[in-house]
């Protein structure tokens, strides 16, 4: 089992739908959580962080952590054309970062 | 301020090569960091440095060497190149877990 597990997608949403993206780990230990975003040939970005269980919330995005089911998901309301990137999760556990391989999310006009 | 700057933008080697790859950041961050990213693997990390004068390995150490020059700068070397290196190798650094990275190198060895 990888460390940090994503649906690859690609995950198609119509514009000014919800994008729901999920993620699911393995170490217990993991405390913090993020969302980068990455597009086509560049570096990513960070959207979000997340450190306790809960949402927690910025602008048309929501993080939601649940570490008891070890679950982290993001969702992006309002889904934008622009919004279509592969969107990673990576946790950090003292410094070393593990990343999931990434969902490919399509916001369709 | 520039970020987190990456040397070269592209690179081509032939197996049994060496080079270095450079990284500089201007953002006063103590961690910094070496990621490869390969088609439907994600980034997966090679070796960081929590501070100056420390280095540690991450997922992926072989093959690599690091050194952390300054708080500035930390470059990643690889002794004798492989194919199984093509990849592009992404620096970031980061304050507070949350990690800014530079634009990438985009090896091929071949």
């Known amino acids: 089992q990888k460390e940090v597990e994503q649906n690859s997608g690609p995950l198609s949403v119509p514009e000014g739908a919800i994008a729901s993206l999920n993620c699911t780990y393995s170490?217990?230990?993991?405390?913090?959580f993020f969302w980068y975003r990455q597009y086509s040939g560049k570096s990513p970005e960070l959207i979000m962080s997340?450190?306790?269980?809960g949402d927690k919330e910025d602008g048309r995005f929501t993080a939601q952590l649940n570490k008891a089911s070890q679950y982290v998901s993001l969702l992006i309301r309002d889904s934008q054309p622009s919004d279509s990137a592969t969107y990673l999760c990576?946790?950090?556990?003292?410094?070393?970062?593990?990343f999931g391989a990434g969902t490919r999310l399509t916001v369709k006009p | 301020n520039a970020g987190v700057t990456q040397t070269p933008k592209f690179q081509v080697l032939k197996t049994g090569q060496s080079m270095t790859l450079q990284c500089a950041q201007d953002?006063?961050?103590?961690?910094m960091y070496w990621y490869r990213q390969d088609p439907g693997m994600g980034l997966r990390l090679i070796y960081y440095?929590?501070?100056?004068?420390?280095?540690d390995k991450g997922e992926v150490p072989n093959g690599y060497n690091v050194s952390r020059l300054n708080k500035r700068e930390f470059s990643l070397r690889l002794e004798s190149a492989a194919p199984s290196q093509t990849s592009v190798y992404f620096c970031?650094?980061?304050?507070?877990?949350?990690?800014?990275f530079g634009p990438g190198t985009r090896l091929t060895v071949l």
């Open positions: 970031a650094s980061s304050a507070y877990n949350e990690q800014f």
């Open positions: 170490d217990r230990g993991s405390q913090s």
């Open positions: 997340i450190y306790s269980n």
């Open positions: 990576a946790l950090d556990n003292n410094n070393d970062m593990r």
């Open positions: 953002m006063n961050h103590n961690s």
């Open positions: 440095s929590a501070s100056e004068g420390t280095t």
